[in-house]
């Protein structure tokens, strides 16, 4: 008989719906049954596309004896980390504290006043290498909360009074300068793989904060030296078993340092992110791989992860049935020599392993391979190749696929907003601009209420429960000011004004800092704040770079003041720890370069008018704005008082509402941004 989660929206949730284990939604009246029946809350945190959620799962919570432990002695509460990031960040963190390290799943027992005191993330069925098993942690807690109440009331305190006393005062002690950013460019520097390109070892993220950061100091300064790195990672994150080299986009991440074993869930907010930093790069260097990737990348998002109401689904799974029943991480994905001769015959089979690094051994499990695109595959016959990679591509598609998480999260379809907007006008594709507005009128539609308040979540159309967190109000108002800047259409830089101010009015902390969680929202056992990146940029950073661009585009001081006040964090971080908070570095590239305020007017229609808006959307300028419409147009702040020059169009280059002389000539203008 299905649990209370089958009531819930969350994919995630809806997996253990069936469990034997007695779920609780994460819910007041779940910690009122803990305090009736007088036993500890077991949180049980994870999603959906997480290999090992769904191994401890199979393990434990789908284990009658083991479930029958979970509802005898505790309430079980399962929380999706998507739909509320903000439980799981505090929980998080009190982990970390504990262990010194975290992951998912994330196992946390709780005392009814949800006050952490015994923590995990995965624990095996029976005991292995050096772990408890499952049920002797189960039995372990039961006995010391029966047993030693006091000594468990005493963790829990000292546990809360820690978070509590982590408040972060980093903001408003001035904005981060040249000198700042220097330092932040060595510490990465020192932490570059220069053989395989990005940063640290195995595990390897795809750096793509770092990556912005990096190209926007190269345009605002000329180091050569950020160019290479973010133009060489870009490269070796391409060429690599990280990207799909059949279908398009980017796994996780990769288990080891070159790229070449991913971990293979896609998540949308990587792919935006990534798609965006691809685009730039082009716009940079005009690199026909940054180009291919970037196009691919955005295809990717289309085809695979759009709903059907026309916003983005959060994830693909790694694992997928590997034709026998059974479901197993990079199935859809891996090739053997033999499945390439199967598809292609010996002849074009041969070609294709040696192109795709395809080896009798394998570079992955079970003598198969992951798809990469080695150095010195070198040029071969064009046709052939685009023959091979679509035979393929048409025989995995017969394939099982890997599950998806189809919730659409307000704050990464934000960032697909973004990364659809600026792909489709730098490379002349009006559908994937399309794309883009389809999913911002859902956000509006669906996500937003009257008073402009966001709701985190919504599933096949219908909007979830949990309100929105700062990165959702930040990355929606991102995605919205770079679908105003591509379209001209007004409305969207307005919509991103609302959620701004609801920024200003409900996330700001004194002396400039912010919260993840509004004013009003649930009262967490500490409110959390993380101005570092993680997956994505945190939802401080996020705040600043939108506010700061609303700024440039209104003229607004309230924003421009709340932008400066934020980037106090990167002032105080950026030399410290580069690495995470990317985000925050490019912002504050931006604040020093500007940001660029570009006006263009003329009628929408006219050849000139055009060519000078392809010139400003080309504009390297860290963190320009655009405005491009009808002189004084009422759409943006930015073209009022903007007269044409004898008569023809024309395109006003500001800076804090201060302008050089109007320019008439597109060359003229590449040359001024």
Not at 145 to 157: H, L, P, Q, S
Not at 368 to 383: I, R
Request: proline share 6%; charged share 25%; net charge negative.
């Amino acid at each position: 008989m299905p649990n209370r989660l089958a009531h819930e929206t969350s994919p995630y949730l809806l997996q253990h719906a069936d469990n034997p284990v007695d779920w609780w939604p994460w819910s007041a009246e779940a910690f009122e049954e803990a305090r009736r029946r007088d036993v500890p809350v077991l949180l049980s945190v994870g999603y959906s596309s997480c290999h090992w959620c769904h191994v401890m799962a199979h393990e434990s919570f789908e284990d009658d004896a083991t479930a029958a432990l979970v509802n005898e002695h505790f309430v079980a509460v399962k929380v999706d980390r998507e739909e509320r990031p903000d439980v799981d960040a505090v929980y998080m963190e009190a982990v970390q504290a504990a262990t010194g390290q975290g992951g998912w799943p994330m196992t946390v027992f709780l005392t009814p006043d949800a006050a952490p005191f015994y923590f995990g993330t995965y624990f095996p069925p029976e005991p292995r290498h050096g772990m408890p098993s499952f049920p002797e942690v189960l039995e372990g807690v039961r006995d010391a909360w029966t047993g030693r109440r006091e000594e468990v009331g005493e963790v829990a305190d000292r546990i809360v009074k820690d978070l509590a006393g982590r408040s972060l005062a980093f903001g408003g002690d001035g904005v981060p300068g040249e000198e700042e950013l220097a330092q932040a460019l060595l510490g990465l520097t020192r932490e570059y793989d220069a053989t395989r390109g990005g940063f640290g070892g195995a595990p390897k993220f795809p750096p793509s904060m770092a990556l912005e950061f990096l190209l926007r100091h190269h345009a605002r300064t000329g180091s050569e030296g950020a160019l290479q790195m973010a133009t060489d990672t870009c490269e070796a994150m391409a060429r690599g078993g990280i990207y799909d080299q059949l279908g398009g986009g980017f796994a996780r991440y990769a288990v080891d340092r070159a790229w070449v074993v991913p971990h293979f869930e896609k998540m949308l907010y990587d792919n935006a992110l990534l798609c965006r930093v691809y685009a730039h790069l082009w716009k940079t260097t005009g690199s026909d791989l940054a180009r291919r990737v970037a196009l691919e990348t955005a295809d990717f998002l289309v085809r695979e992860l759009r709903t059907p109401e026309g916003g983005f689904a959060s994830a693909l799974d790694a694992d997928s049935d590997d034709g026998t029943g059974k479901h197993v991480e990079g199935a859809f994905y891996v090739w053997t020599p033999g499945q390439l001769a199967e598809v292609l015959g010996e002849e074009d089979a041969a070609l294709a392993a040696a192109r795709y690094g395809v080896t009798e051994d394998g570079t992955f499990e079970h003598g198969s391979s992951v798809l990469q695109l080695p150095q010195g595959a070198g040029p071969a016959d064009a046709e052939r190749i685009a023959s091979i990679a679509a035979r393929l591509l048409a025989a995995r598609e017969e394939r099982a696929r890997p599950g998806r998480d189809d919730k659409v999260v307000a704050a990464w379809n934000g960032l697909a907003i973004a990364a659809l907007a600026e792909t489709g006008a730098l490379f002349d594709r009006p559908d994937l601009v399309e794309r883009a507005t389809e999913a911002a009128d859902l956000l509006v539609r669906v996500h937003m209420d009257e008073q402009a308040r966001l709701t985190r979540t919504s599933k096949d159309g219908r909007a979830g429960t949990n309100a929105g967190v700062l990165e959702d109000y930040a990355d929606v108002a991102e995605g919205f000011l770079a679908l105003a800047a591509v379209t001209g259409e007004g409305a969207w830089l307005e919509f991103a004004g609302f959620l701004l101010d609801i920024v200003l009015d409900r996330f700001v902390a004194e002396g400039g800092a912010l919260y993840d969680t509004a004013h009003d929202a649930e009262a967490l056992i500490r409110r959390p704040q993380d101005p570092t990146d993680n997956a994505a940029p945190s939802g401080w950073t996020a705040a600043a770079g939108a506010l700061l661009s609303y700024a440039a585009q209104t003229g607004s001081e309230a924003h421009r003041a709340a932008a400066e006040g934020a980037l106090g964090v990167v002032k105080a971080l950026g030399p410290r720890a580069p690495r995470f908070i990317g985000w925050g570095l490019a912002v504050a590239e931006a604040l020093l370069d500007g940001p660029r305020e570009i006006a263009v007017v003329g009628a929408p229609g006219d050849e000139a008018f055009q060519e000078l808006r392809r010139a400003a959307l080309l504009a390297t300028a860290p963190g320009a704005v655009l405005a491009a419409g009808t002189p004084d147009s009422e759409e943006f702040p930015l073209l009022k008082d903007r007269p044409l020059v004898a008569g023809r169009p024309a395109v006003y280059v500001c800076r804090h509402f201060t302008c050089d002389a109007p320019v008439t000539d597109p060359a003229e203008l590449r040359r001024t941004l």
